[in-house]
């Protein structure tokens, strides 16, 4: 048994049930049952009570964890085993020192400042600024490595086009129906460092997003997706700037059981719920 196992609970001090599933497995579309009725006060304490255990066992793990992120390993990326608690852990340090035209800028010259600048431009290359052709260039101009912007831009240019914009329920030009609010937004799930050396990093950021239009009678809902971003960074007059990028889709996880929200939840939450800051 190993020193993990004795710290979740292992040794049988504290045992948990979990209400069964009626499905075969955890990924039927058996739905969770209602409480039951023959449950007694007492089993809801303790199955209450063995959960907070196992929650506060968790994050002293997490912390322990945190303390040994510079030992010099591989940060949890190898061996066929799930993350340790190092490479989820927060660093501790500083993730920026400034921002340009709201993106956050001034990364350290680590591991951990490329992938803190990774997701932070995963946000920016996924956010609806970029449907506008004038603050997509003020977004590049902050994000990528000077030599890389022209080329860039120029191929958005064409991408950005009226048969795009029809796709997604803009007007021909880019710009928002009347009586609809245009969403698109990413949120990066993590990130991982592919190659690292000599002034250039190679990051990957697994991210989410929402695209649509939410609104009345909206023919394009906003939709969510789970895709992968490739960035090359450059240590560029002291930063990380993107030198190029590509996208691919996945990892999807399965469906969940959720209801669906209304136009009018989606374009509140959009409204109510600002961005992060994310950093490694």
């Given at each position: 048994?190993?020193?993990?196992?004795?710290?979740?609970?292992?040794?049988?001090?504290?045992?948990?049930?979990?209400?069964?599933?009626?499905?075969?497995?955890?990924?039927?579309?058996?739905?969770?049952?209602?409480?039951?009725?023959?449950?007694?006060?007492?089993?809801?304490?303790?199955?209450?009570?063995?959960?907070?255990?196992?929650?506060?066992?968790?994050?002293?793990?997490?912390?322990?964890?945190?303390?040994?992120?510079?030992?010099?390993?591989?940060?949890?990326?190898?061996?066929?085993?799930?993350?340790?608690?190092?490479?989820?852990?927060?660093?501790?340090?500083?993730?920026?020192?400034?921002?340009?035209?709201?993106?956050?800028?001034?990364?350290?010259?680590?591991?951990?400042?490329?992938?803190?600048?990774?997701?932070?431009?995963?946000?920016?290359?996924?956010?609806?600024?970029?449907?506008?052709?004038?603050?997509?260039?003020?977004?590049?101009?902050?994000?990528?490595?000077?030599?890389?912007?022209?080329?860039?831009?120029?191929?958005?240019?064409?991408?950005?086009?009226?048969?795009?914009?029809?796709?997604?329920?803009?007007?021909?030009?880019?710009?928002?129906?009347?009586?609809?609010?245009?969403?698109?937004?990413?949120?990066?799930?993590?990130?991982?460092?592919?190659?690292?050396?000599?002034?250039?990093?190679?990051?990957?950021?697994?991210?989410?997003g929402l695209l649509g239009l939410a609104g009345e009678q909206s023919t394009k809902p906003v939709t969510s997706s789970w895709?992968?971003?490739?960035?090359?960074?450059?240590?560029?007059?002291?930063?990380?700037?993107?030198?190029?990028?590509?996208?691919?889709?996945?990892?999807?996880?399965?469906?969940?059981?959720?209801?669906?929200?209304?136009?009018?939840?989606?374009?509140?939450?959009?409204?109510?719920?600002?961005?992060?800051?994310?950093?490694?």
């Open positions: 048994m190993s020193d993990d196992d004795d710290l979740f609970g292992g040794t049988g001090e504290t045992r948990t049930r979990l209400p069964e599933r009626d499905g075969a497995d955890g990924y039927g579309p058996a739905r969770r049952s209602g409480r039951s009725a023959g449950r007694s006060p007492s089993r809801s304490v303790v199955t209450v009570v063995g959960v907070v255990v196992l929650l506060i066992a968790a994050i002293a793990f997490a912390n322990r964890g945190g303390s040994s992120s510079d030992d010099g390993g591989d940060g949890g990326r190898g061996g066929g085993k799930g993350p340790e608690a190092a490479s989820t852990a927060a660093s501790g340090e500083k993730p920026v020192s400034g921002g340009t035209g709201g993106i956050p800028s001034g990364y350290s010259e680590s591991e951990q400042g490329a992938q803190s600048a990774a997701a932070n431009y995963a946000v920016a290359l996924g956010s609806a600024e970029m449907f506008d052709k004038s603050k997509r260039v003020g977004i590049l101009k902050a994000i990528m490595a000077p030599g890389s912007v022209d080329g860039f831009a120029a191929d958005l240019d064409k991408a950005y086009n009226p048969a795009f914009f029809k796709n997604v329920g803009l007007n021909p030009d880019g710009t928002t129906p009347s009586g609809f609010q245009f969403v698109s937004r990413t949120s990066p799930i993590g990130t991982k460092v592919v190659e690292f050396g000599d002034g250039r990093a190679t990051v990957e950021a697994w991210c989410g895709f992968t971003i490739t960035m090359k960074l450059r240590w560029t007059d002291g930063d990380w700037k993107i030198t190029t990028h590509s996208q691919k889709e996945g990892p999807a996880p399965v469906p969940g059981d959720d209801r669906a929200s209304s136009s009018d939840e989606i374009a509140e939450a959009v409204e109510g719920y600002g961005g992060f800051t994310y950093a490694r």
